[in-house]
Every structure is written in structure tokens, then in C-alpha cells.
């Protein structure tokens, strides 16, 4: 049994920030790939930042600049700094493994708003 567990959400004013942190737990070997999604209401899932390796690292184009992933390989954790964030930043952001396994976590809600 694979576990993913998201921490790090809430609300938060434009300009602010915010770190997500998601743990992978259970009987995983060798992750090559994580990354963050989010998801609003009536649209679809979509990709915020994909780590591979550990350095191979993609950014959606509405959060490059803004945005960090990084990951601690020793405890299977990734993180995601968001700084200046906007309202269109709110959103449900998940966590996920992507490679070579496909886990997914329950989401954490992150509120941009004044």
C-alpha cells in the first residue's frame, strides 16, 4: 500500500506564501518522477511542476518564475515553494508520482485571497 500525503495548504493574501510538502510512504523503490497538479472546479486536472531525478524539473508557463519544486530523495518528498501568489493560483493541488509508479495524493487546498 502506497501513501501520499499533502500538507501545506490554506489561505493565504495575493503577494503571499506558501510551501506544500507531500511524503511518500509504503513499499515504493526508486522513484524517478514527482510533481504537483491542481485542479478548480469544471476544469481539468493540470500540471504545475514535475521533478525527475532530481534535476530534471518542468514548469507549467503560469507559475515558472513563481514557483520552486524540489525533493529530499532520502525521505521520498517533494515540495513545492509558491511565492507571489495570484487568485488564479487557488486551487486543489495534488501530489503525485508519476514514474515508474502512478500515486496519487488526496489534494490540499490552497486559497489566494484578500
Known amino acids: 500500500q502506497v501513501q501520499l500525503v499533502e500538507s501545506g495548504g490554506g489561505l493565504v493574501q495575493p503577494g503571499g506564501s506558501l510551501r506544500l510538502s507531500c511524503s511518500a510512504s509504503?513499499?515504493?523503490?526508486?522513484?524517478?518522477?514527482m510533481g504537483w497538479y491542481r485542479q478548480v472546479p469544471g476544469k481539468e486536472r493540470e500540471l504545475v511542476a514535475v521533478i525527475t531525478n532530481g534535476v530534471d524539473i518542468n514548469y507549467a508557463g503560469s507559475v515558472k518564475g513563481r514557483f520552486t519544486i524540489s525533493r529530499d530523495n532520502g525521505k521520498n518528498t517533494v515540495y513545492l515553494q509558491m511565492s507571489s501568489l495570484k487568485p488564479e493560483d487557488t486551487a486543489v493541488y495534488y501530489c503525485?508520482?508519476?514514474?515508474?509508479?502512478?500515486?496519487w495524493g488526496q489534494g490540499t487546498q490552497v486559497t489566494v485571497s484578500s
Open positions: 509504503g513499499s515504493i523503490f526508486s522513484i524517478k518522477t
Open positions: 503525485a508520482i508519476l514514474a515508474p509508479y502512478n500515486y
